[in-house]
């Protein structure tokens, strides 16, 4: 094992080893808890070649990227660059080693200028060590020159685009003299002008020898900028080809390829009445012109890639993000739902995709996190709160539901995912809900915990509860639902039937 | 749900944690227990067996208690009150000229002296609900953080008690109104709303939203609390504490000035911590702040017993608040890694 110190000594020194590939893993495996994110995966990336990563949200190739990165580092499994084997400590571990990262999220910071920013931490000083600004933007426009890139390096980057922005994270990494250059899903923010100039940097780049791992969910740009390909699936490697050699179809075929097992208790239950009927909702610049119902009994699917808007929606229909336009009617009456109170009081229930930002109250109790939106209108005499009564109720539902603690005193910042899960639950159950919104319900918990909780939904379907289930897992969409609503782009691309849904088809309309 | 047979597993113990409060209450006796030795080797007396001394002690952080009380809630939102301070003093300058005998020779109003004593007690308390709906309002409504709305308050607060009389003390109060701050009735004040607050903040609605907002605003706000409303209420109650310890102020030293209250807010603040609130926000309890303000009033009276310098009282003080904090984030990391 070679220290990244040593490495760094040898690529400096130009004596690079001449190994097959520039950066090569093997067999790596990550584990969080509750969830193994990558299993015995491998990859290849060869000089002067783009590299797509393909594959459904929670393939793996988040994590992969970030074993790469140096933000995690494997369990097990070897990193190989320029044929010495290396273990990456940090992010700027990588960094110095030649690895760097453009993000999907920008890091650069808006208030300072483009020089600044591309060179922070190496700052030119003068003898008096202050910093050459004279200099830093000489550099910076030399730099900016071999990249044919036309961006004044003086001018504040909060003034600037996306786009720009994107150029310049990628001069940054080009300054470090990387020859590993990570793009997650660079085109997401970009309009077509942007990313015709943003291909043409990544083939020049290409040209120069350098190694670009590049992360997409469109099929389009798979064959326009990348020489090859890796698929992932559920944490595994599935397999590399040329883009050249295969169709659009292979490729779907390859990403959701698996068999649908039979674990979801779908059950046919009676469908009653529409309860919820949506009209042409939009939410300026967000999601625009979402209409549908759904009835009691029922189960609507919501697909789409991460960012569609999916959980917009659901946002929106809740009153956290009220709608800028269209209506939203329950059992026949029109509803102004202005915010989750009053979304509350109309029967719905919203178990939110991030537990941890909007669902749970980490440092509190099972208890106080259970009793939070019942309090609302129930159990307080006088402004004091039943306590009793509510303890009772709550711990009936945490039995029902199987919370697995000790007592409802614990911190639910100790519990597992699915047992926080469970809480929330918990929390909107108590309430009574005629609507059940769940976003990403089974997210990062275990396989026992998510088969109990669509059991559950079962249950409250065949109790009449109509539900809104928002998923990125396509099996528990394909498993749960009555009807499909696939979206794209803030816009709802098609509904599908139980009968006549299929992976593909939901893929095919996600990502267009 | 109906379903009961799944309930069938042995009802769970709800177990008895030791209150959080102990450690804390430790740290208080070890603090009286250092000066009742240091006492006996220095002074050669005891610092814990003289009731008189422990009476003034307690009064004389009464005043700082009851902000406290208030200021704890505010910060179990995730919030900050700088306020306090010059609301006691803006407070106590305007109560108080409505407050004035009929036999003193320049009040501010010539022709309102003599007033019952309800009067400058509610227009003392209103006017400090009114400063913290301020605060509340450019909170929820502005979304400026609370460090930087409070800090306008408490400049301009402070600017009011000035321009009022144009510094001029308000005296010659009425003895009914004086009474307020007569005797031990500051501190019977200050553990009144303190236990009335206990209370509200653990058996009431109010209390449970007020650290839900605290641990996680998104979530509180997707559980359907109106945050912005509950807001302007949590700082509306520790506007009225700073306005109550104002009339409580002017009352003990039967004069009103426009410096009264000065760092008080902060003297409050500590109080808050040291007794185990966080100022990250969703934790702290009332009990805490009572003994977090006591700490305080025994190091103050526990130096003057020494007859420490005053100059060493403030630099020891503050470094005391320091290491509390410190030895309470250490506590939690610790608890995390279990």
Known sequence: MVSPQTMRAVRESGAVPNAPYLLEIKNARKEFPGVVALDDVSLQLRRGTVHALMGENGAGKSTLMKIIAGIYTPDSGSVTLRGADIRLKSPLDALENGIAMIHQELNLMPWMTVAENIWIRREPLNRFGFVNHGQLNRQTEELFARLNIDIDPEVQVSTLSVASRQMIEIAKAVSYESDVLIMDEPTSALTETEVAHLFRIIRDLRDQGKGIIYITHKMSELFDIADEFSVFRDGRYIGTHASTDVTRDEIIRMMVGREIIQMFPKEDVPIGEVVLSIKDLSLDGVFSDISFDVRAGEILGIAGLVGSGRSNVAETIFGVTPASSGTISINGQLVDISSPTVAIQNGMAFITEDRKETGCLLMLDIQENMQLAVLQDKYTRFGFVTQGKLSAVCEDMSQKLRVKTPSLDERVENLSGGNQQKVLIGRWLLTNPKILILDEPTRGIDVGAKAEIHKLVTQLVRQGVAVIMISSELPEVLGMSDRIMVMHHGRATGFLDRSEADQVKIMELAAQ | ?338
């Open chain 2, 1 to 338: 749900m109906t379903t009961t047979s799944e309930s069938l597993a042995p009802a769970r113990v709800r177990r008895r944690k030791l209150p959080t409060e102990l450690s804390i209450l430790l740290v208080l006796a070890g603090i009286a227990l250092t000066f009742e030795l240091l006492g006996w080797i220095f002074v050669g007396q005891s610092f814990l067996l003289n009731q008189q001394r422990l009476t003034i002690m307690i009064l004389q952080v009464s005043v700082v208690g009851i902000i406290a009380v208030g200021v704890t809630q505010v910060i179990i939102t995730g919030g900050i009150d700088l306020s306090s301070g010059s609301v006691v003093g803006m407070t106590a300058m305007i109560a108080a000229s409505f407050a004035q005998s009929a036999d003193w020779a320049r009040p501010v109003y010539p022709g309102l002296v003599g007033l019952p004593v309800f009067i400058p007690l509610l227009i003392g308390l209103a006017i400090g609900t009114l400063a913290g709906i301020i605060n509340g309002s450019l909170i929820s409504y502005t979304k400026i953080p609370p460090f930087i709305a409070t800090l306008g308050m408490m400049v301009s607060a402070r600017g009011v008690a000035k321009w009022y009389t144009k510094g001029q003390p308000v005296s010659g109060l009425t003895p009914d109104f004086t009474s307020i701050g007569y005797s031990i009735w500051p501190v019977v004040i200050f553990l009144g709303v303190a236990l009335i607050f206990h209370i509200a903040l653990r058996y009431t609605r109010y209390g449970k939203f007020t650290y839900a907002i605290g641990a996680n605003p998104q979530a509180a706000r997707v559980s359907g609390i109106n945050i912005e409303k509950h807001l302007i209420k949590v700082y509306a109650i520790a506007g009225m504490l700073a306005g109550l310890a104002g009339l409580v102020t002017a009352a003990r030293a039967q004069t009103a000035q426009a410096g009264m209250g000065v760092m008080y807010e902060l003297d409050a603040i500590a109080a808050a911590v040291i007794g185990g609130t966080s100022l990250s926000g969703g934790k702290g309890r009332i009990t805490g702040t009572v003994i977090g303000t006591i700490i305080l009033g025994t190091m103050t009276s526990g130096f003057t017993f020494l007859r420490v310098d005053a100059y060493y009282q403030e630099i020891i003080k503050g470094m005391i608040i320091v290491a509390a904090v410190v030895a309470d984030q250490y506590r939690q990391q610790k608890r995390k890694k279990v």
